[in-house]
């Protein structure tokens, strides 16, 4: 099914890896397209409660694979051909998205884990916005996520410096979430995921919605877009769920319905 990546569902969370280790995971045209259709079937798939993207090797993505540029290239028309519905697909995503950082995150590979919902570092993990080291932009959304996520005057010294962040620098400046100790790295990935697979699924959409919603809409049109989703989030069995646990005094046991 998948050349360039691997994709498994297990005990709820589906992993999306990144597998072009001998590259640093960078990427060509065909790791964009699968990306993009591993996180579309991610999202269709109802056992499928989170997604975690990784990569495979040392690296996580080093960005894109310079073997496949040439001087006569429309660097435009590669967005919009293949980063663009990448990165759409992923923000459209309604299922909580984990960045996974194994290692170095550079260029559009630093774009990828920005466009996830949470990010956790190795201790042996790090982003850079190479792109000016080419002589290039940030693309497929760094900037409208970098602004949002450290404001602009961080953004902008990101981008232009394109100075490597560490691990614990990124979770310092609330780029990532948590920085995890290499050796705990896989079981503390897993702990996170599972604990994201275990929450109500539908709600956890519905606070995507709101959070996307709450750049773009006048605060009157937000309360407007809040309400609907509240009443859609009211009308689903793991609110039931939620009450009644809490009625009885136990654990609830969602189901993502």
Same mark, same amino acid.
């Given at each position: 099914? +998948? %050349?360039?990546?691997?994709?498994?569902?297990?005990?709820?969370?589906?992993?999306?890896?990144?597998? &072009?280790?001998?590259?640093?995971?960078?990427?060509?045209?065909? !790791?964009?397209?699968? =990306?993009?259709?591993?996180?579309?079937?991610?999202?269709?798939?109802?056992? =499928?409660?989170?997604?975690?993207?990784?990569?495979?090797?040392?690296? +996580?993505? /080093?960005?894109?694979?310079?073997?496949?540029?040439?001087?006569?290239?429309?660097?435009?028309?590669?967005?919009?051909?293949?980063?663009?519905? !990448? =990165?759409?697909?992923?923000?459209?995503?309604?299922?909580?998205?984990?960045?996974?950082?194994?290692?170095?995150?550079?260029?559009?590979?630093?774009?990828?884990?920005?466009?996830?919902? +949470?990010?956790?570092?190795?201790?042996?993990?790090? +982003?850079?916005?190479?792109?000016?080291?080419?002589? @290039?932009?940030?693309?497929?959304?760094?900037?409208?996520? @970098?602004?949002?996520?450290?404001? &602009?005057?961080?953004?902008?010294?990101?981008?232009?410096?394109?100075?490597?962040?560490?691990?614990?620098?990124?979770?310092? !400046?609330? @780029?990532?979430?948590?920085?995890?100790?290499?050796?705990?790295? %896989?079981?503390?990935?897993?702990?996170?995921?599972? &604990?994201?697979?275990?929450?109500?699924?539908?709600?956890?959409?519905?606070?995507?919605? /709101?959070?996307?919603?709450? /750049?773009?809409?006048?605060?009157?049109?937000? @309360?407007?877009?809040?309400?609907?989703?509240?009443?859609?989030?009211?009308?689903?069995?793991?609110?039931?769920?939620?009450?009644?646990?809490?009625?009885?005094?136990?654990?609830?046991?969602?189901?993502?319905?």
């Amino acid at each position: 099914m +998948f %050349e360039t990546i691997r994709y498994d569902v297990n005990n709820g969370i589906a992993t999306i890896r990144l597998h &072009r280790p001998d590259k640093l995971n960078a990427f060509i045209s065909q !790791m964009n397209r699968e =990306v993009t259709k591993a996180v579309k079937t991610a999202s269709s798939d109802n056992e =499928v409660r989170c997604i975690v993207i990784t990569g495979e090797g040392r690296a +996580f993505c /080093s960005g894109q694979d310079l073997a496949e540029v040439d001087e006569n290239m429309d660097h435009g028309q590669v967005l919009r051909d293949h980063y663009g519905p !990448m =990165v759409k697909q992923i923000h459209h995503c309604e299922k909580p998205i984990v960045a996974a950082v194994n290692g170095v995150a550079a260029g559009a590979g630093f774009s990828l884990a920005l466009a996830c919902d +949470f990010r956790l570092m190795s201790e042996r993990a790090s +982003f850079i916005n190479a792109f000016i080291h080419v002589g @290039l932009i940030p693309d497929s959304g760094n900037l409208y996520y @970098l602004t949002q996520l450290v404001g &602009r005057a961080k953004a902008t010294e990101l981008a232009i410096l394109g100075e490597k962040v560490s691990g614990a620098d990124a979770v310092e !400046m609330g @780029l990532a979430n948590k920085l995890i100790e290499a050796d705990k790295w %896989e079981q503390d990935v897993e702990a996170f995921a599972a &604990r994201l697979a275990a929450l109500p699924t539908k709600a956890i959409g519905l606070i995507k919605r /709101s959070l996307n919603a709450a /750049s773009d809409l006048s605060f009157e049109d937000y @309360l407007e877009q809040e309400a609907q989703g509240q009443r859609a989030a009211g009308l689903t069995a793991d609110h039931r769920e939620g009450v009644t646990a809490f009625m009885e005094k136990r654990e609830p046991a969602y189901t993502g319905q």
